[in-house]
């Protein structure tokens, strides 16, 4: 009996889109500070931040915060308080340039808070998930574009504070 089941498993497999195997050799093409289509094949090893990120992961595509605009710090506060620590308790996602301890970008770790420039005006704030083949930093944060919790690559130049929650 658990062959057979085994063997459906394996022909549904077969028959699955390319993009849902978790390989090394492939990984999802993730655009400037857009969600990936599939997250899930994105690796890094598990640090004291995979947590966190395990389950900000689990938020992908919505809006927990259920705020129109301006909710990365709030959802990276949300996360912060599911996991025992007090977030900054503010709306703006430059609060978390003061959060925990500052770090190097080369001490960075799964887990680990950016706090990122978005233009002339305004920031934002997410959770450091692992380094992308380009040389970015593949963050997972909320209001994203789309409005949803996203993972995406993001330029070393936007981040300008990198921050280990305590």
Known sequence: MMRILLAVIVAMCAFANPSFADTNKTRPHLQEGRSALNTKSLRS??????????????????????????????????????????????????????YGKKISRHEVRRGDIAVMSRGKRGGHVGYFVEWAPNGKAVIISGNSRGGKVSKGQYSLNRIYSWRRPA
């Open 45 to 98: 090893s598990r640090s004291s931040g995979g947590d966190v990120v395990a389950l900000a992961e689990r938020y992908v595509g919505t809006n927990p915060t259920k705020m129109r605009r301006l909710w990365c710090a709030n959802f990276i506060g949300l996360m912060e308080k599911k996991v025992g620590r007090a977030g900054t308790g503010s709306n703006m996602a430059r609060s978390y340039d003061k």
